[in-house]
C-alpha cells in the first residue's frame, strides 16, 4: 500500500467531518437568529395590534379607506415592503403565513393572528370610501380583535 491511498480515506473523513461542524454550525445560528427576531418583535410590539397588509391587487386603497379608519386606536397598519421586513420575518418564524390582511395582536403569552382575507374580499370591490362598507368593516374587526386578544392574553 502507498503513502497516496493510505491518505485518502484520512483526508475524505476529514472532509466530511469539516462539512458535518459548518452544516451544524449554521443550524445553530438559525435558531438563534430566529428566536432573538421573535424575541424582539414580542418585545417592542407586545399590548399592541397589527394589519399586515400587502398592497397588490387593489388592496392598497381599500384599507387605506374603509380599513384603517375602523382599526382600533393603538393598531398600527404594516405593509409588506423591505422596511417592514422584520415585522414579516418574525411573523413568519412563529407560522403566522396566512392571506392578507392579516389581523396580530401581541399578547402577554402568546402572538394571535387572524386572516381579514375571506371576509374582506367581497367588500373590496369599490375602493373609494364608503360609509356602509365602513360598517361592516367594523363589526369584522372588532370581532376579530376580541377573538385574537383573549388567545393572546389567555392562551
Known sequence: MTFRATLLPTVVVGCFGLLALLV???????RVYKRLSI?????QYRG???LVCGRRHGWYDFVINNVAPMLPAD?????????????LIALRHLGLNEPKPLLVYVGNRRVAAKSLHAALLPLRTPAARNESIQQKVSILVADAFGEIKQIADHG
Not at 451544524?24 to 438559525?30: E, H, N, P, Q
Open 75 to 87: 393598531c398600527l397598519v404594516v405593509w409588506s415592503t423591505t422596511s417592514s421586513r422584520p415585522i
Open 48 to 50: 399592541k395590534c397589527l
Open 24 to 30: 451544524i454550525a449554521a443550524a445553530i445560528f438559525a
Open 39 to 43: 424575541t424582539r418583535f414580542r418585545n
